[in-house]
């Protein structure tokens, strides 16, 4: 257990629609990644907050937006879905915001498009 | 464009013996390595890591190998178990600028009994 939740585990959801995914970092960590695993993929990631502030940008669509709340969770809107954002997504956390701090990662929340 | 590249989908070894999961990298800013493992329905897990000042990091039966020339990391693992048996994803950092990991697209060992 790496001390990072991420709620909901399975979402399944039609074209169109606008969905929410949660993280709760380890206790004691800053810095919230998120990343998108599609099949056969290796991670891509999407952004990084550090502090409530957005620290990095990746591949992350403009459909796509996250946020990092004062109590440090995250969450991440993916909205206007298409059947290509069917994926893993990870939430990962560290201790701060360097390349050096090793990223846990939480078990995912597996997002179905139909 | 694949910064990161694990060009071995799958690699299975019998028990006892070594695994030797290969990555390839193009960007010459990279100068961190992580390996991570995962298994089906959790999130990756880190394994081990290595800077560019290195050329080799020992942790246990893990041992992961830099040859920047050839912009190349290999992860040993001796002896193999069965509970080994995950994907192992390589990732590489530059560590200046942003701090994004690029991961590789895995590589799923599966190691015999």
């Known amino acids: 257990d790496s001390g990072v939740t991420q709620t909901p585990k399975h979402l399944i959801t039609a074209t169109g629609q606008r969905v929410t995914l949660r993280c709760s970092p380890r206790s004691g960590d800053l810095s919230v990644y998120w990343y998108q695993q599609s099949l056969d993929q290796g991670l891509q990631f999407l952004i990084q907050?550090?502090?409530?502030?957005?620290?990095a940008k990746g591949n992350i669509l403009e459909r796509f937006s996250a946020q990092q709340f004062p109590d440090l969770h995250s969450e991440l809107n993916l909205s206007s879905l298409e059947l290509g954002d069917s994926a893993l997504y990870f939430c990962?956390?560290?201790?701060?915001?360097?390349?050096?701090?090793?990223?846990?990662f939480g078990p995912g929340t597996r997002l179905t498009v139909l | 464009d694949q910064q990161v590249k694990q060009n071995s989908p799958s690699l299975s070894v019998q028990e006892g013996r070594i695994s030797i999961l290969n990555c390839d990298y193009t960007?010459?800013?990279?100068?961190?390595f992580l390996w991570y493992k995962k298994y089906p329905a959790e999130g990756p897990t880190f394994l081990i890591s290595i800077s560019s000042i290195k050329d080799k990091n020992e942790d246990g039966r893990f041992t992961v190998f830099l040859n920047k020339s050839a912009k190349h990391l290999s992860l040993h693992i001796v002896p193999s178990q069965p509970g080994d048996s995950a994907v192992y994803f390589c990732?590489?950092?530059?560590?200046?600028?942003?701090?994004?990991?690029?991961f590789g697209t895995g590589t799923r060992l599966k190691v015999l009994a």
């Open positions: 990732a590489a950092t530059p560590n200046s600028g942003t701090y994004k990991y690029i």
């Open positions: 960007n010459s800013m990279f100068d961190y």
């Open positions: 907050y550090y502090n409530g502030e957005e620290r």
């Open positions: 990962a956390s560290s201790v701060g915001g360097l390349a050096r701090d090793t990223q846990y």
